[in-house]
């Protein structure tokens, strides 16, 4: 009986050693990576990331610049569809960053553009209600024509 104690002791020794471990490491990689200022809505926490710094610059130079910031464009505005976003996006953007496995230039999911649309929309409504009215799908897809508005890298 002592024997099957000291043995539940050193693994349950071991599993909090290995919890601690892995929980050391993604807390500093997630100081390391400021992955706190993803949580805001500063625009600078989009290049933390050096892929993003040419979408960044394009941004200080658009339309949108004095009026939205990324998170205006690319989440949803509840609060939850925002956070699970940007851990959603977050996640990927690290897995496919760490392992250099991404398009260049950097594509959008169908999600992401589903939502970029949503947010066209949300902002811009009732100047374009006429044209979705007439549309032959009637759906209207804004990026398809302006593609370039919120960040032309070559603005």
């Known amino acids: 009986m002592v024997q099957q104690l000291r043995r539940l002791d050193a693994r ?38 050096h892929i993003m710094r040419e979408q960044y610059d394009g941004w200080a130079k658009s339309s949108h610049h004095s009026v939205a910031t990324c998170n205006s464009c690319h989440v949803p505005h509840d609060i939850v569809g925002k956070y699970a976003t940007k851990a959603e996006n977050g996640f990927w953007h690290s897995y496919y960053f760490t392992f250099q496995n991404f398009h260049y230039p950097i594509q959008m999911r169908p999600q992401s553009r589903a939502i970029l649309q949503e947010n066209c929309l949300y902002c811009h409504g009732q100047f374009v209600g006429n044209v979705a009215a007439h549309s032959a799908d009637s759906q209207i897809d804004c990026v398809k024509c302006h593609q370039g508005v919120g960040h032309d890298p070559t603005r």
């Open 12 to 49: 349950l020794l071991t599993v909090f050693v290995m919890v601690g471990v892995l929980a050391g490491l993604g807390t500093y990689t997630f100081y390391y990576a400021r992955g706190y200022s993803y949580l805001s809505d500063n625009p600078q926490a989009c290049v933390n990331c």
